[in-house]
């Protein structure tokens, strides 16, 4: 069965400082993994996807990924943290073949001190 | 090119009572799944259609259910509301084709459901 683990609930940073979410996955075949985020009473934004075409996967807003498969880790990074990224993150997995349903992390809510 | 539009986006129901809500994918887009998202249990995965037949379900009881149209538009409708029952509808699109893996798959703004 496909899971993911968020490693941390809360993580906080000051602005302009990196920012790593972590995530490691479980997967009994070669996963489809995402990173989406979702900012206060708002839907879900997809940050960056990776499907095995490059194990680091760079998404929107200057997020990136990278995927190692000796790890089974999919951790989020971006290099300078900024005000508006303060939201709660989401590791989700694909489930099996032939459907779209995903698999979510219990989140990471980051937050960024000025 | 608008997004996956949900509505209503705001409702309070009375304990008991049914409720139905819509969402219209992106253009183009045949797959629709719903979730629910709660600060208990976190965003579960309720059902997923595609081409008006349901592909996937999840572990919710037989109040919750679904349907896709002709147009891709889908509808889940909670019978018999709990107080539980509170929490954030999302709904999500994509293409469909799942041969490749991983569709890139959207979601919309919600539609946050109060029970009283």
């Known amino acids: 069965a496909q899971s993911v683990t968020q490693l941390d609930s809360h993580v906080s940073v000051s602005e302009g400082t990196p920012v790593l979410l972590r995530c490691n996955y479980s997967s009994s075949y070669s996963p489809s993994l995402f990173w989406y985020v979702q900012h206060p009473n708002k839907g879900l934004q997809l940050l960056l996807k990776y499907t095995s075409a490059a194990t680091l996967v760079k998404g929107i807003n200057g997020f990136e990924a990278e995927f190692k498969k000796s790890e089974t880790s999919f951790h989020l990074t971006k290099p300078s943290a900024h005000m508006s990224d303060a939201a709660e993150y989401f590791c989700?997995?694909?489930?099996?073949?032939?459907?779209?349903?995903?698999?979510f992390g219990t989140g990471t809510r980051l937050q960024v001190f000025p | 090119k608008a997004g996956v539009t949900q509505t209503p986006r705001y409702l309070i129901k009375t304990r008991g009572q049914q409720v139905t809500l819509s969402c219209s994918p992106i253009s183009g887009h045949r797959s629709v799944s719903w979730y629910q998202q709660t600060p208990g249990q976190g965003l579960q995965f309720l059902f997923e259609?595609?081409?008006?037949?349901?592909?996937n379900k999840g572990n919710f009881p037989g109040r919750f259910s679904g349907r896709q149209f002709s147009n891709s538009r889908s509808e889940m409708n909670v019978s018999t509301l709990e107080l539980g029952d509170s929490a954030l509808y999302l709904c999500?699109?994509?293409?469909?084709?799942?041969?490749?893996?991983?569709?890139?798959?959207?979601f919309g703004e919600g539609s946050w459901l109060t029970v009283v």
């Open positions: 259609y595609f081409s008006e037949t349901q592909r």
């Open positions: 999500a699109s994509s293409l469909g084709d799942t041969r490749s893996g991983g569709n890139t798959i959207y």
């Open positions: 989700v997995v694909s489930g099996t073949y032939n459907t779209d349903k995903l698999i």
